[in-house]
């Protein structure tokens, strides 16, 4: 089946900890996106990637970083930096860029809890 | 920036009552999206609008875009405990092609 899979579901680390959320998808799409959710908040982007090699801040990038070595993956790496890091994430991709062509699937998300 | 703002954040409904959530933006759209957020899930895509004043149906759901292509509504029909959920537009401005998420309106349906 295709789709996109993030892991881990939930995830308790201590404060001052780096933490690296997966997120590999098997549909071919070329652009992928990180968002953040917090209640009543919506959905903020932290980064997104149109291609191999190359990625774009967002509106809430600071404390984070991502890396786009291969198409099907878009690692996302919460750093200490990051002041208030508990949160559910989620992975999304499109064919090309999300609101040009298509929507955005997204993945079952991974939920953070820093203690 | 471009603003998505959505109302309202809550909307408690009696099941077989309607329900209706509006969002408004600040510039024009090129489109607009829906995605709908079961409680404990991942957003899932319902409809994308690209037409100005376009109007979409998916069965007891209506979907419209504005004339002037700046506000956006999902309308439910009879309400069914399987709509609960938080329901998200994403709209998307010329300037800008990835889309801005309003924040959302949830939909408590009770029996």
């Known amino acids: 089946d295709g789709g996109i899979t993030q892991s881990p579901k939930y995830l308790f680390r201590k404060e001052g900890q780096n933490v690296t959320l997966s997120c590999e998808q098997n549909?071919?799409?070329?652009?992928m996106y990180w968002y953040r959710q917090d209640p009543g908040q919506g959905l903020r982007l932290i980064y997104y990637?149109?291609?191999?090699?190359?990625?774009q801040k967002g509106d809430i990038a600071e404390g984070y970083s991502v890396s786009r070595e291969k198409k099907e993956s878009f690692p996302l790496t919460v750093t200490s930096a990051q002041k208030n890091p508990t949160a559910f994430y989620l992975c999304?991709?499109?064919?090309?860029?999300?609101?040009?062509?298509?929507?955005?699937?997204f993945g079952e998300g991974s939920r953070l809890t820093v203690l | 920036g471009q603003q998505v703002m959505q109302i309202p954040q809550y909307q408690h409904v009696q099941e077989g009552e309607d329900f209706t959530t509006y969002c408004n933006s600040s510039?024009?759209?090129?489109?607009i999206q829906w995605y709908k957020q079961r409680p404990g899930g991942h957003p899932v895509f319902l409809i994308q609008l690209v037409k100005s004043g376009e109007v979409k149906k998916q069965k007891r759901l209506t979907f419209q875009f504005g004339e002037a292509k700046k506000n956006s509504s999902l309308h439910i029909t009879a309400t069914q405990t399987t709509d609960v959920g938080t329901y998200f537009c994403a709209g998307r401005s010329g300037g800008s092609y990835i889309p801005t998420f309003g924040r959302g309106t949830s939909l408590i349906v009770h029996p």
């Open positions: 549909l071919n799409h070329d652009a």
């Open positions: 990637s149109q291609i191999v090699n190359d990625f």
């Open positions: 510039t024009t759209l090129s489109n």
């Open positions: 999304a991709s499109s064919w090309g860029l999300a609101g040009s062509n298509g929507e955005l699937f």
